[in-house]
């Protein structure tokens, strides 16, 4: 009892003292039944007088100042280990964001802290398609809208004092229909499916874009990105290692890690490098041939176009015949269309689901229960907006219970992010002719898509004509995935320093030029090949000489 302080019958003062100290640890001692409950208070290192209201005597504050000395008689355990944590996410692998980034990390900030360390004097992010970390300006009507939308109060006055030279009157007006239909602000959660409002607006966009064919915005869940959507169709539609998905190679290595983390099945079909990687259908029917002798049962086929990391636009045709396959086995197509708006050159879009409803069309009843999810993202196309996580999926074909499940998952995150709910409702549906901020947003689309097809352009060219490099032309996205016969001695290395040829030639590009880019067994490729993945988003045309400097130097280093 010498370290301690019995208090008695003073419960308002036991009141206080519990509400005001964290340290305070109390028990009853109901050893005196002729008063109140009496509390014993081990009270360490503080003053009683920062909250007492009473007087309190010396003695007592020189006695709660005691610190109690507790003695613990137990052997404490060790911290987590890997070996403890969940395995599948210890198998999932990200490329993008892998060894090659991460050590462009490193040598971004010891360039901060030395600027002339370094043979070059910053790093060139290729290896991810972030337009706006690469200097890409975001589209004016998009900034205007988002700034008011996060500030009312800025709304109300420009209701009030009209139009300036900062906003103009139409994206003052949709910010007030922003912010009404979202309930008044985007500080505050959402519909978990998304606005309905936005969702309508969404449904709009995707009808005229179809050529008529209906969309619904019952069918279309608002998502951060469409990395969400996927993880929702895939994490419903694995039932862990008795099913597959098809997905194409090389790939968009979410889709592989998605599927590590929900112990699924990767279901590889290859595309075809010397036919711009097409689809082969006959390949993709062995897949799921073998996958079925196997016992594993295809659920999914994943199919991006335009193509990531290789550009390529799919055609009708293979569209028409990968539902084929889809209506035959009852396998749901996941579509990931975010870069629709990325087309250049001779390619052409046209969605899946077009192609779908005019099958449905004309073949009635063969094509009537295909399943089909499509995506769209506005980090991708002129928007660029990649942090803001703005996405969403249309369903077609699902069940309505199969929908609900989906439904069931997206409220389990709540709600998307609400000002990437806004930034779709500008992506799906941007300034009109007629209206004020239209002829600027024409002119700032127009300049970024006529850039990037630009150094699209200039980057293919350029890797043609260097040894050893072969590179089908982009016809879409933001990446190319140049061939690269690497020299022998170039291999040999790589296996004395544990690694793939095609990541011992980026990091030597990196450590070399500051450019990061991602090397195609990230991705997967033929056995034999070797690949990158580059965006061509970085403005200029020097980071394009000293690759192509770099490649020279690499092959005459390590040439047969």
């Known amino acids: 009892m010498s370290q301690s302080l019995l208090l008695r019958n003073s419960s308002s003062l036991w009141k206080r003292t519990i509400q005001k100290s964290a340290y305070i640890s109390s028990y009853i001692n109901k050893t005196n039944t002729n008063m109140s409950p009496s509390i014993l208070i081990n009270y360490p290192v503080y003053n009683l007088k920062s909250f007492h209201t009473g007087p309190v005597s010396g003695s007592l504050n020189s006695q709660l100042a005691k610190k109690v000395k507790t003695k613990y008689n137990f052997e404490p355990a060790e911290p987590l280990a890997i070996e403890d944590l969940n395995e599948h996410v210890l198998n999932a ?3 993008v964001r892998g060894s090659i980034p991460m050590r462009a990390e490193e040598l971004k ?21 972030n337009p706006q970390q690469l200097k890409q300006k975001p589209l004016t009507f998009y900034r205007q809208v988002l700034s008011l939308v996060q500030y009312p109060d800025l709304l109300k006055s420009l209701e009030k004092s009209g139009p300036n030279k900062e906003y103009n009157l139409d994206a003052i007006k949709r910010a007030r229909r922003l912010l009404n239909a979202i309930g008044g602000s985007v500080g505050a959660y959402s519909n978990s499916q998304g606005v309905y409002e936005i969702r309508e607006t969404v449904a709009d966009f995707i009808t005229k874009r179809d050529e008529g064919e209906p969309a619904y915005p019952e069918d279309i869940f608002l998502t951060a990105g469409a990395s969400a959507a996927v993880n929702y169709l895939l994490s419903t539609l694995s039932r862990g290692d008795k099913t597959g998905v098809l997905i194409p190679i090389p790939q968009y290595p979410l889709y592989t890690a998605t599927l590590a983390l929900n112990n699924t099945h990767a279901l590889p079909y290859y595309l ?4 711009g990687w097409s689809t082969n259908m006959v390949d993709i029917e062995k897949v799921v041939n073998k996958a079925i002798a196997d016992g594993v049962k295809p659920s999914v086929l994943v199919v991006i176009n335009p193509g990531n990391p290789t550009g390529a636009v799919l055609s009708r045709e293979s569209i028409a015949k990968i539902f084929e396959i889809a209506s035959r086995h009852g396998i749901v197509v996941i579509a990931d269309e975010v870069y629709q708006e990325n087309i250049f050159g001779d390619g052409e879009f046209v969605s899946m689901k077009k192609v779908l ?28 907006e990649c942090g803001q996580r703005g996405g969403y999926m249309e369903l077609t074909g699902f069940r309505p219970e199969i929908r609900q499940v989906l439904l069931k998952l997206a409220s389990i995150s709540l709600c998307p992010v609400v000002t990437g709910q806004v930034l779709i409702d500008l992506m799906v549906s941007p300034p009109q002719p007629g209206d004020e901020s239209y002829q600027q947003d024409q002119l ?4 970024i898509h006529s850039e990037l097809g630009k150094r699209a352009q200039l980057l293919y060219e350029t890797f043609n004509s260097l040894e050893g490099v072969d590179c089908q032309k982009p016809e879409g996205a933001m990446y190319l995935f140049p061939n690269i016969e690497m020299p022998f001695k170039a291999v040999q290395k790589a296996h004395h320093l544990e690694m793939t040829p095609d990541e011992f030639y980026c990091k030597s590009l990196l450590e070399a030029t500051g450019i990061c880019t991602v090397p195609g067994s990230g991705f997967g490729q033929v056995t034999g090949t070797y690949h990158l993945r580059t965006t061509f988003l970085a403005p200029g045309e020097q980071w394009i000489k000293d690759w192509a400097k770099f490649h ?9």
Do not use: C
């Not at 700032?444 to 300049?447: C, D, F, G, L, V």
């Open 93 to 95: 692998k990200y490329a």
């Open 109 to 129: 900030i010891q360039l901060q802290k030395d600027p002339k360390s370094l043979p070059f004097d910053k790093i060139i992010n290729a290896n991810i398609g």
């Open 272 to 275: 075809e490098e010397k036919t």
């Open 357 to 384: 409803r005019e099958l449905q069309h004309d073949h009635p009843g063969q094509f009537d229960d295909v399943q089909l999810a499509s995506l769209h993202s506005t980090s991708k196309g002129v928007s660029g």
């Open 444 to 447: 700032e689309r127009s300049a």
């Open 552 to 560: 020279k130097e690499f092959f005459d280093q390590y040439r047969d």
